[in-house]
């Protein structure tokens, strides 16, 4: 066998034959390593997952869409992998497994295949299936407290912002548009991951959770705070008198300013006095711009629980937003807490390391 030929199933038996690189329609894939552009670009393979022992009676077929990579083999049980396909193959023999990239395969290549290849439109037959695509990785526990503390280094660098708006946009009124930044952000960035924004980047969310945190008695947030018709109506309130004051001079940029810094000293006082008396993130549990998250992407990047919670709700404790976690696991492990921040600290906290993100 020479450098760049490819390997596939001999009609006769479980030996691959090596087939010259005029092939038409057949690649040279590197079987050291895998390292075809194809696969590096993401292309995924499809395995032959179940196979009968047998020689030329077993030959697995490719896929019917042009240009995907398959395995196919004729005599020991399928590979669940093209990886798998390649390492058992790489004796000389190759176990009878190689790696095709096209459907149309002229007819000298069956012949010295001793194989017939179906056509483009041929099904896939019965054991021949797509494999998965990779999950994304999740991370759960320690691998968390990386993230986490990028977080706590992000908010500490954030919340002076409201400081600055609430105190300098007393005497620059341009300050105020900050506000309608970090609103149209928040919006935006629900749409990919929910409430992330308002965990990681939100000012006033720091603000609260970082410096009232140590003068706060964190009693727990009473739910009538989370009911939706509770939070749609302060929805519905803050947005009708923040366009109410701008219609009242809706020409003058300034005047515009001042209602956004009215926005903040009223929202960040209601804040305030409910971290002091409850829990510092109370108002973020009816925010409305995290109600607004929460409905447009509640349920992206969902916070997963595996098998083992013992109900210790330690994870309970560490959530900034004082979400209910312990029971509300779904049948496909997604937790129910579209007002997760996806901020880590229950993963981080979890003593059995069931939860992750």
């Known amino acids: 066998m020479r450098a760049g030929d490819t390997l596939l199933p001999h009609g006769g038996g479980g030996r691959g034959k090596p087939l010259r690189r005029a092939a038409a329609g057949f690649t040279k894939p590197a079987l050291a390593g895998f390292g075809d552009p194809a696969l590096q670009k993401g292309a995924l393979p499809c395995a032959l997952t179940t196979a009968t022992a047998g020689g030329a009676a077993s030959h697995g077929r490719p896929t019917t869409t042009a240009g995907a990579w398959c395995v196919w083999g004729n005599g020991e049980a399928g590979k669940s992998s093209v990886a798998e396909a390649v390492a058992a193959g790489a004796a000389a023999s190759f176990n009878g497994y190689g790696v095709c990239k096209t459907m149309s395969v002229r007819s000298e290549v069956e012949e010295e295949a001793g194989m017939g290849m179906p056509a483009p439109s041929t099904p896939l037959r019965a054991g021949l299936q797509p494999a998965p695509e990779p999950a994304l990785p999740r991370l759960r526990g320690p691998s968390w407290q990386p993230q986490v503390a990028r977080r706590k280094k992000i ?203």
Request: hydrophobic residues 45%; aromatic residues 10%; glycine residues 12%.
């Open 155 to 357: 908010q500490f660098s954030l919340w002076v912002i409201v400081v600055a708006v609430i105190v300098g946009g007393l005497w620059w009124p341009l300050l105020g548009f900050v506000v309608p930044i970090v609103m149209l952000t928040g919006i935006i960035g629900g749409f990919y991951k929910g409430r992330y924004v308002c965990g990681w980047l939100c000012p006033r969310g720091a603000f609260l959770e970082r410096i009232l945190k140590p003068i706060s008695p964190e009693r727990p947030i009473s739910q009538w705070l989370r009911r939706p018709a509770f939070r749609w109506g302060v929805f519905a309130a803050l947005m009708g008198f923040m366009v109410f004051q701008i219609s009242q001079n809706p020409g003058d940029v300034y005047h515009w300013g001042r209602v956004f810094v009215r926005i903040c000293i009223i929202t960040t006082g209601i804040g305030v006095v409910l971290a002091i008396a409850v829990h510092p993130r109370t108002w973020c549990s009816f925010c409305p711009m995290g109600t607004m998250q929460s409905a447009v992407g509640g349920s992206r990047a969902p916070l997963m629980m595996a098998d083992g919670c013992v109900e210790c709700r330690t994870c309970e404790r560490a959530c900034p937003m004082n979400l209910m976690i312990v029971g509300q696991r779904q049948e496909d492990g997604r937790v129910a807490a579209p007002d997760c921040l996806k901020c880590g600290e229950c993963v981080v906290a979890c003593p059995k390391g069931v939860l992750s993100l």
